[in-house]
């Protein structure tokens, strides 16, 4: 069966980094575009950043842009999302999630979109 598995969150101090990873199975990776979303306590799940099938199109939230990278590595299976620079309302569970698509470098960041989900990971970052 499908499997998205994310790793990477933890607690950090406000201006550091992590990486997170997102690890696919069960599916024809190169096939769909990935996406990060994050949902913190109360609110809706929202886009943070997506990538196309072949690593081009990305495409990010007006509130992570030049702070948060995605990428993809289709020999692995497994997508990205660097974050540097964190802040405390960057504080959520962040989820990896899959959407197929006949578009090689095109995004699309409304949840309802994407077909497979992560089960997601923590972030929390302190000030």
């Known amino acids: 069966q499908v499997q998205l598995v994310e790793s990477g969150g933890g607690l950090v101090q406000a201006g550091g980094s992590l990486r997170l990873s997102c690890a696919t199975s069960g599916l024809t990776f190169s096939s769909y575009a990935m996406g990060w979303f994050r949902q913190a306590p109360g609110t809706e799940r929202v886009f943070v950043a997506g990538?196309?099938?072949?690593?081009?199109?990305?495409h990010y939230a007006d509130s992570v842009k030049g702070r948060f990278t995605i990428s993809r590595d289709n020999t692995k299976n497994t997508a990205y999302l660097q974050m540097n620079s964190l802040k405390p309302e960057d504080t959520a569970v962040y989820y990896c999630a899959a959407d197929q698509t006949f578009a090689l470098d095109s995004v699309r960041d409304y949840p309802s979109s994407y077909d497979y989900w992560g089960q997601g990971t923590q972030v929390t970052v302190s000030s």
């Open positions: 990538v196309g099938r072949r690593g081009g199109g990305t």
